[in-house]
T-cell receptor
Framework: GQQLNQSPQSMFIQEGEDVSMNCTSS?????WLWYKQDPGEGPVLLIA?????ELTSNGRLTAQFGITRKDSFLNISASIPSDVGIYFC????????????FGQGTRLTINP | NAGVTQTPKFRVLKTGQSMTLLCAQD?????MYWYRQDPGMGLRLIHY???????AKGEVPDGYNVSRLKKQNFLLGLESAAPSQTSVYFC???????????FGPGTRLLVL
C-alpha cells in the first residue's frame, strides 16, 4: 500500500535546539496532518493543514502544506524534554478506500 | 468523556488461538478504524467503518474480521492468530470528515 516518505527517521538533539522534519509523496493529498505519539500511547493530533501553501502554528510547532500538495513540513522551536516522542505525518485523500496514509515516523530524542 | 478506549491493553496468544479486541468511543463519531503499528512501518489501516452496521477493508485486512453492531463500538477479531499478527493495534474514530482521527491507547498483542 501507499506510504509517505518521512525524514529523518530519527533525530538526536540538545534541549533548546530547533527541529525540522518533512514528509513527501508521489501523489497529491487534500489534507496534511501531524501527530505525536508518546511511549505506550496512541497518536495525538498536533496540527491539521487544509490548503496548499498554508502555514499553521500550534505553540512552538509550525507546519506547512507544500505548494505542490505532495509534501509537508513540521518545525519545533526551542525544544524541551516533553517534545520527546515519535512524530507522524499523515496525508488525506477524499477518494479511494484508504483515505488516511501515514509516514513511518520520526523519533525525536532530546539530550538535556 | 473518556474519548477512545481499547481493551485489553496487552495479550499473549498462541498460534491458532482466536481473540477479539474491543474499541469504544463516547464522542458519537460516525467513522471508526482499526490500525496496526509495526516498527518502521508507521500505521497501516486494517478495516474501517463509516457507520453502524457497515465495515470496509483497509490496506491489510487479511486474517482479521470486524463488526460494528453499535455506533460506539468497533470489534476486531482474529480467528486463528499467527506470529505475523504480533503488533500494536490502535483504534481511532472521527466525525464524518475523516481527517481528524482520535486514537485510543493501543493494544499490544504477542502471538507465540
Amino acid at each position: 500500500g501507499q506510504q509517505l516518505n518521512q525524514s529523518p527517521q530519527s533525530m538526536f538533539i540538545q534541549e533548546g535546539e530547533d527541529v525540522s522534519m518533512n514528509c513527501t509523496s508521489s501523489s497529491i493529498f487534500n489534507t496534511w496532518l501531524w501527530y505525536k505519539q508518546d511511549p505506550g500511547e496512541g497518536p495525538v493530533l498536533l496540527i491539521a493543514l487544509y490548503k496548499a501553501g498554508e502555514l499553521t502554528s500550534n505553540g512552538r510547532l509550525t507546519a506547512q502544506f507544500g505548494i505542490t500538495r505532495k509534501d509537508s513540513f513540521l518545525n519545533i522551536s526551542a525544544s524541551i524534554p516533553s517534545d520527546v516522542g515519535i512524530y507522524f505525518c499523515a496525508g488525506h485523500k477524499r477518494q479511494g478506500a484508504q483515505k488516511l496514509v501515514f509516514g513511518q515516523g520520526t523519533r525525536l530524542t532530546i539530550n538535556p | 468523556n473518556a474519548g477512545v478506549t481499547q481493551t485489553p491493553k496487552f495479550r499473549v496468544l498462541k498460534t491458532g488461538q482466536s481473540m477479539t479486541l474491543l474499541c469504544a468511543q463516547d464522542m458519537n463519531h460516525e467513522y471508526m478504524y482499526w490500525y496496526r503499528q509495526d516498527p518502521g512501518m508507521g500505521l497501516r489501516l486494517i478495516h474501517y467503518s463509516v457507520g453502524e452496521g457497515t465495515t470496509a477493508k483497509g490496506e491489510v485486512p487479511d486474517g482479521y474480521n470486524v463488526s460494528r453492531l453499535k455506533k460506539q463500538n468497533f470489534l476486531l477479531g482474529l480467528e486463528s492468530a499467527a506470529p505475523s499478527q504480533t503488533s500494536v493495534y490502535f483504534c481511532a474514530s472521527s466525525y464524518v470528515s475523516q481527517e481528524t482521527q482520535y486514537f485510543g491507547p493501543g493494544t499490544r498483542l504477542l502471538v507465540l
